[in-house]
């Protein structure tokens, strides 16, 4: 237990020489160093140590081994736009698709920390923008405009994502997501691409109704003067039913 917790240490700040000298005490490359069961590459991908990385591969890690979340190396790396470690990683046949158990693919994770440059990479290597998970009906898209990484969104409109996607349980669009979170740059991107300000959610609801409800002044402001579907009702009068 104790070298396992030393060869934690080590993967995460990058201490090759003790990594190594730990692998030949007798550590296994592959064995659980916590309660998640992260393994020793998944460590050193998340904490972006690539030289870790490329001595844990040369000694055999699992690179499609993953935690009890089903966090992989590849994903870990991507979480934290390590794009270096993803290109390795990828060089060294890595699943480039996998997903998480909730279906939180690589591109969903660069996408939600603003990794631009990560981002770049996966669409290069043929990662599906559009695609979404088990359980998860997020795409890449979405999940810039909920976090309002305007760049990201940006790349992935170039790419020819569809602005007006929406989720298929709750009739989510980018719009409504940048609105419910008051992301002001990120609706006039979206409605500058040709995002629809008049679709509705499961509940009715257009962009400027969930902007409305959480009191986002800015985007509300906006969203009034390219609505035109618009409630009766007075905006006091809205009841805060959005589905989230």
């Not at 470690?85 to 994770?109: E, F, N, W």
């Not at 989720?167 to 669009?173: K, Y």
């Not at 009715?204 to 002044?217: N, S, V």
Request: glycine share 8%; charged share 20%.
């Amino acid at each position: 237990m104790e070298r396992n917790r030393q060869l934690y240490s080590a993967c995460e700040q990058g201490d090759t020489d003790c990594v190594q000298a730990l692998l030949e005490q007798g550590c296994e490359v592959d064995c659980p160093l916590d309660d998640e069961e992260n393994t020793a590459i998944q460590v050193a991908a998340a904490n972006g140590n690539e030289q870790v990385v490329r001595l844990l591969i040369m000694r055999g890690a699992g690179l499609d081994k993953s935690n009890i979340f089903g966090w992989t190396p590849l994903l870990q790396a991507s979480r934290y736009g390590h794009t270096n470690i993803v290109a390795l990683l990828h060089q060294h046949q890595a699943d480039i698709h996998t997903k998480t158990r909730y279906g939180t693919s690589a591109m969903m994770l660069a996408a939600k920390g603003g990794h631009l440059q990560t981002l770049k990479f996966l669409i290069e290597s043929g990662v599906d923008m559009n695609g979404v998970g088990d359980g998860c009906e997020f795409t890449p898209l979405l999940v810039a405009a909920q976090h309002g990484h305007d760049a990201v969104l940006r790349v992935l409109l170039d790419r020819g994502c569809d602005v007006n996607f929406y989720t298929p349980s709750t009739g989510l669009t980018p719009l409504m997501t940048a609105a419910l979170n008051g992301h002001m740059t990120t609706a006039q991107i979206i409605i500058e691409r040709g995002g629809d300000p008049n679709m509705t959610n499961v509940c009715d609801k257009t962009a400027l109704e969930i902007a409305t409800m959480r009191d986002k002044r800015e985007v509300r402001g906006y969203l009034d003067r390219k609505t035109t579907n618009k409630p009766k009702t007075s905006p006091d009068a809205i009841k805060p039913d959005i589905i989230e």
